[in-house]
C-alpha cells in the first residue's frame, strides 16, 4: 500500500493517529500502513481503565493504557495511519474505550506530504472509563514492550527516549508479563531488544512487581 493510492481514491481510506500500540506495525492488519511524526494539541498519559472486563481478567482489578489529554501546546510523537475505510468498525472495536476525534492535518509535522481528502482521527479514552494513573491498577509489561518496540522501529532510541519524557504517570507500576502475556496483541522481541527495552523501563522510574499469584493461577487453568 502507498499514499499514492491513497490520493487516487481518497474516499476509500481513513486516517488515524496511533501514539501507543497502534505504532507497533505488528498489532494492525497488514493493509494499514502509517508515517512517523508529530502531532501538536496533545499530550500522552498513562490511565486507569475501571470498566473493560478484558482489562479485569486473570485476577487483575483493571490496568492501566495509554490515552491523550488536550493540551495547546504539547506535542505527541506517533504514526498517523492510513487504512481501509471498510477496516474502520474493527479498529473502532478495538478502541471501544475511547472516543474517535477528528483531528486537522496541518497540526501534523512529518517529512511526507499527506494526501487531501482523507478524515483523520485520533482516538481518546473516554472519562467513563479512564482516571489518572493508580498503583492498583497496573501497566502489564507486555502492552509497553509492543509500544516500546513500535517506538523504536519507528523513531530510534532517541524515540523511546522521548516516549518516556512526553508521557505521564510513569509512578504506576509495571507487572513483569513478557513470558506470560496476557495483553492480546503481543510481540516477540529479540534479545538485543529485550535488553535494550528493559534499560528504558528502569529509566522511566515505574516500579516493576511480579505477576499477581491470582493471575498465574487463572493462566495456567
Known amino acids: 500500500m502507498t499514499l499514492e493510492e491513497v490520493r487516487r481514491a481518497p474516499h476509500e481510506w481513513v486516517g488515524y493517529f496511533g501514539y501507543g500500540s497502534l505504532v507497533n506495525d505488528n498489532t494492525r492488519n497488514a493493509e494499514s500502513f502509517g508515517f512517523a511524526g508529530r502531532l501538536k494539541g496533545y499530550r500522552r498519559r498513562w490511565s486507569i481503565w475501571h470498566s473493560s472486563e478484558e482489562r479485569k481478567a486473570f485476577g487483575f482489578g483493571g490496568v492501566a493504557a495509554l490515552s491523550v489529554t488536550a493540551n495547546s501546546q504539547a506535542f505527541c510523537d506517533g504514526l498517523l495511519i492510513f487504512d481501509r475505510k471498510d477496516h474502520l468498525p474493527n479498529v473502532d472495536q478495538r478502541e471501544n474505550m475511547y472516543d474517535r476525534i477528528l483531528i486537522d492535518l496541518a497540526d501534523f509535522q512529518t517529512e511526507h506530504a499527506m494526501p487531501l481528502g482523507v478524515d483523520c ?101
Not at 156 to 181: C, N, Y
Not at 199 to 220: F, W
Request: proline share 9%; glycine share 6%; hydrophobic share 40%.
Open 121 to 221: 482521527y485520533i482516538y481518546v479514552g473516554q472519562p467513563a472509563h479512564s482516571d489518572t494513573v493508580d498503583p492498583h491498577f497496573p501497566i502489564l509489561q507486555s502492552y509497553v514492550d509492543a509500544v516500546m518496540q513500535g517506538f523504536l522501529h519507528k523513531f530510534g532510541e532517541a524515540g523511546v527516549e522521548r516516549f518516556i519524557a512526553e508521557t505521564d504517570g510513569w509512578q504506576t507500576p509495571i507487572v513483569q508479563d513478557r513470558h506470560i502475556p496476557f495483553y492480546p496483541r503481543n510481540v516477540t522481541l529479540t534479545q538485543t531488544e529485550q535488553i535494550l527495552l528493559d534499560s528504558y523501563i528502569e529509566q522511566s522510574g515505574a516500579p516493576v512487581v511480579p505477576v499477581p499469584k491470582a493471575a498465574l493461577q487463572r493462566a495456567g487453568e
